[in-house]
């Protein structure tokens, strides 16, 4: 089987709109694609008031997909497919487990010819989420708990990579969180073909700098 390309997106996880147009502009030359991370104090323990509204404007020239870490699932999801660069729609399964409401949202996005993603946890087994794995398009796996950038990977999910790469040769398997040039090799090495740097690119002096050390 051909081995997937590797697509490198970078994750923007920014508290405010200054904050965001900032980390924005620090990556959007470089990229025609881009993930944003939204945040609502619930399921994380930090909250970000970005909104649609906050990048219509900024983000219009690029691609996005929004990755959800949020509770109440539906409700973003609504706002977030009203624009029209919107690519794909990624949320949490530990948001509401309830296979019927991941399956209703799926279809929802579906039909707005919106990609879907599943994002699981570092703790969360590939076990509790085998009957719906491939109703997606994606699956991220959390290098980190969620909500914070500047973590340590967590060593631990190169084993799911690996397991969902053998039992899904065709699906696309995104890894977020703690990805930089230390742990980039190993986690497309254990069959990643979506890899999202957050901190790595909005800390490097050099975005075409640290992207080369990536390759």
Request: charged share 25%; proline share 4%; aromatic share 8%.
């Amino acid at each position: 089987m051909p081995k997937k390309k590797i697509k490198i997106i970078p994750s923007i996880l920014s508290k405010n709109k200054a904050e965001f147009i900032k980390h924005w502009k620090k990556i959007s030359p470089y990229f025609s694609y881009a993930q944003i991370d939204i945040m609502d104090g619930e399921f994380t323990k930090q909250k970000n008031s970005i909104t649609p509204e906050t990048v219509r404007l900024l983000t219009k020239k690029h691609k996005l997909e929004i990755h959800l870490m949020v509770d109440g699932v539906s409700k973003y999801i609504t706002r977030w497919a009203k624009l029209k660069n919107v690519k794909k729609i990624i949320w949490h399964y530990e948001a509401n487990k309830n296979t019927q409401r991941i399956a209703a949202i799926n279809n929802y996005l579906k039909n707005k010819k919106i990609k879907t993603g599943l994002a699981i946890n570092p703790n969360t087994s590939l076990a509790s989420i085998k009957n719906i794995i491939s109703d997606f398009d994606t699956i991220q796996i959390m290098g980190v708990t969620p909500g914070k950038q500047g973590q340590k990977f967590q060593s631990k999910v190169i084993t799911k990579i690996k397991a969902l790469r053998y039992k899904y040769p065709n699906i696309n398997i995104e890894v977020d969180g703690a990805v930089n040039d230390k742990t980039f090799k190993a986690i497309t090495k254990a069959g990643a073909n979506i890899v999202c740097p957050g901190s790595y690119f909005q800390k490097a002096d050099s975005i075409k700098e640290a992207l080369a050390k990536l390759k």
